[in-house]
């Protein structure tokens, strides 16, 4: 990364704990330029800052860059002690569609029983979402997710969904390989 992008960066990044809100404004609109660049910084914010509204900017950023490589950061900001985090984290996995599937069924099988935050991020994530093949199995997950519980049932539509997912990669990647030897 050049000098010049590093200084725009950190300068950005400290603007998002600003006392006003227009230059959190300012600050979250120029990292949001930066796209993928300004990713790995914002996760670190979402993750470790002490300030509610520094971790709200970079939540709102993430959703609006849009890139799969703050999944990680977005998930654990699910249990994030401000709600609108939380909510603004769930906003952002929601816009990743399909590409946040797997790792979120993967933490709602891992903390959904014990996590309400995860349980209701996750019904958020995946609300107005379309599954194709996988609609019913999704039915049956959203419909448990709505009674605010993870129930068995829940928890074991969430593990077949994965499961299946991963079936259909490993069988992708076999007809990779098989067209690969054929030629």
């Known amino acids: 990364m050049h000098e010049d992008d590093r200084n725009r960066l950190e300068t950005s990044l400290a603007m998002l ?27 670190r914010v979402l993750g470790d800052s002490l300030s509610k509204d520094a971790r709200w900017g970079a939540a709102k950023a993430l959703g609006n860059i849009g890139d799969p490589a703050a999944i990680p950061a977005l998930l654990d900001a699910l249990e ?18 399909k590409a946040a599937w797997k790792p979120v069924l993967h933490r709602l099988v891992e903390r959904g ?27 049956t997950l ?30 992708e990647c076999r007809a990779l390989n098989t067209k690969e030897e054929q030629e």
């Open 142 to 171: 959203m419909q448990s997710l709505e009674m605010g519980e993870l129930d068995e049932a829940g928890s074991m539509t969430a593990t077949e969904i994965l499961t299946r997912m991963l079936n259909g990669l490993w069988q």
């Open 17 to 43: 704990s600003d006392r006003e809100g227009l230059v959190r404004q300012k600050g979250r609109r120029i990292l949001e330029d930066m796209g993928a660049l300004a990713v790995p910084e914002l996760s």
């Open 80 to 97: 994030d002690h401000d709600a609108d985090v939380a909510w603004l984290a769930a906003v952002a996995l929601n816009k990743l569609g």
């Open 113 to 139: 029983v014990d996590s309400v935050a995860v349980r209701a991020g996750v019904h958020h994530i995946l609300t107005g979402q379309k599954f194709g093949s996988y609609e019913e199995l999704f039915a």
